[in-house]
C-alpha cells in the first residue's frame, strides 16, 4: 500500500544508493536544497506533507533511476547499498553569517527555507535537519577563524556551557557560548574577549540552535 512514510522512505533510500545525501539529490535535481529534509515531512499542525509528482519526477530523471526501481523502493523490493561502499559525505545547506540576518532564509524555529542557500559536502555525517553557517570576519576569534564553517542543529537540546547560534527579532546572529536561559532571558558569553557578553530578553529572541560540529 502506498503510504506516506513509504515514499519519503523511497526518496532517502534512491539518495543513499546514489550516494547522496537527501539534501543532495534535491539540489541535483534542479529543487531547493532543503526541500527533502524531515522539517518538511510534517506541517506545523503535524499533517503529512507528500512530495509533488513533479518533484519525484526530477528526482527519477536527475539520478537516471527508472521508475520501476523507485516503486520497487516503495514497495520495499529495492536492494539496499553493499557495505562495501566507501562512507558517503553529508550535504548540508551553507550560509554566510552576514546573509544569515537577512529575512527569508529561515523559519519561526530556525530551520533553513528558501532560495539563496549554497550546499556544501562535510567529511561528518549530518541530520536532515542540520546546516552550516560561514564564518564571516573577526568577531568570533580566537575560537573560529574568518572561513571557518560551523554546522548547527536547530531544535537540539541546549545546556550551559554549549556553543549556540542567536538570531534575535532584530536579525542579528551571532555566535557565543551558553552561560543561562530562563523563560524571561538568555545569557551568552562572547567567544572573543573583545566583545562584551550578553543578555537578551526572550522575547527578543527568534530562535537560539547549537553549534555541533566546525571546520577548523
Known amino acids: 500500500m502506498l503510504s506516506h512514510d513509504r515514499v519519503w522512505a523511497a526518496i532517502d533510500a534512491l539518495a543513499e544508493r546514489y550516494s ?5 539529490l534535491a539540489k541535483r535535481a534542479g529543487l531547493d536544497s532543503t526541500a527533502f529534509n524531515k522539517s ?4 506545523s499542525d503535524g499533517r503529512p506533507r507528500w512530495p509533488s509528482t513533479e518533484s519525484l519526477a526530477k528526482i527519477i530523471e536527475a539520478t537516471g533511476a527508472s521508475l520501476d526501481e523507485f516503486t520497487g523502493l516503495v514497495e520495499g523490493r529495492g536492494k539496499t547499498v553493499p557495505a562495501s561502499l ?6 548540508v545547506p551553507l550560509l554566510g ?3 544569515a540576518g537577512a529575512g527569508g532564509f529561515f523559519d519561526d524555529a530556525g530551520f533553513p527555507v528558501g532560495q539563496g542557500w549554497d550546499l556544501i559536502e562535510l567529511p561528518a555525517r549530518a541530520t536532515e535537519t542540520s546546516y552550516a553557517l560561514q564564518v564571516q570576519g573577526d568577531s568570533m576569534l580566537p575560537l573560529y577563524r574568518n572561513g ?3 554546522i548547527v542543529e536547530p531544535g537540539a537540546a541546549t545546556r550551559k556551557g554549549d556553543r549556540v547560534v542567536v538570531k534575535t527579532n532584530a536579525g542579528e546572529v551571532m555566535a557565543k557560548v551558553l552561560d543561562r536561559q530562563t523563560a524571561k ?8 574577549p573583545d566583545h562584551p557578553d550578553r543578555e537578551i530578553p526572550m522575547r527578543d529572541v527568534e530562535w537560539v540552535a547549537r553549534i555541533v560540529w566546525a571546520s577548523q
Open 97 to 99: 553569517f552576514a546573509q
Open 148 to 150: 571557518d564553517v560551523l
Open 86 to 91: 566507501p562512507a558517503q559525505t553529508s550535504s
Open 20 to 24: 547522496l545525501s537527501a539534501s543532495g
Open 185 to 192: 532571558s538568555i545569557m551568552l558569553v562572547s567567544l572573543n
Open 40 to 43: 518538511k515531512r510534517l506541517s
